[in-house]
């Protein structure tokens, strides 16, 4: 995958500021999961701007008004994995700052403080939710998913990949 990004120049014309392939971030104890972060933003966007890439606190999930975009791979549930030592999960923690919080105790179950737009760009994936309802959806399926609690699931056999706009709610 490439991002292409595009700003403005000194004089107000059109310029492309960046032009590379992402690095995708994989903690070591949740191999089944790839994180491909491609922009952030703790700001509303300004139109106009010169196109380099804004500075963030660092968190994984934007504050209100904030963005991030990403490109996720989840391996499919039968994967088998052992569970994450502690420092395998306090490397998970600096990837991915304050997304553990989120979780709560029911494996995979958690709740942010965003509205995340995605499409499924791949395979398929279970969104359910805390009550046990359930939806697949298939490589072309969109969703917007508002801060409800929830998990995600890969029922293979391939590795699903979604891109991902969460934007920080109040």
Known sequence: MKLVTTGRDGAGR??????????????SGFAGLVNTPLWADDE????????SRPTTAGDFLPPPGGHRFFVLTIAPDQ??????????????ESLFPGLLATYDGEPGM???????????????LVLELDDGAE??????DAFVQTGTRHRWRNPGPDAATFAVVMIGAR
């Open 14 to 27: 059109s310029v492309f500021v960046e032009d590379d392939r992402p690095a995708a971030l994989v903690a």
């Open 44 to 51: 509303v966007p300004a139109v106009g701007a010169d196109g």
């Open 79 to 92: 994967v088998e994995t052992a569970p994450p030592t502690t420092a395998q999960v306090a490397e998970f």
């Open 110 to 124: 958690h709740a942010t403080r965003t509205t995340d737009l995605g499409i499924l760009l791949a395979g398929r």
């Open 135 to 140: 939806r697949v959806l298939e490589a072309g």
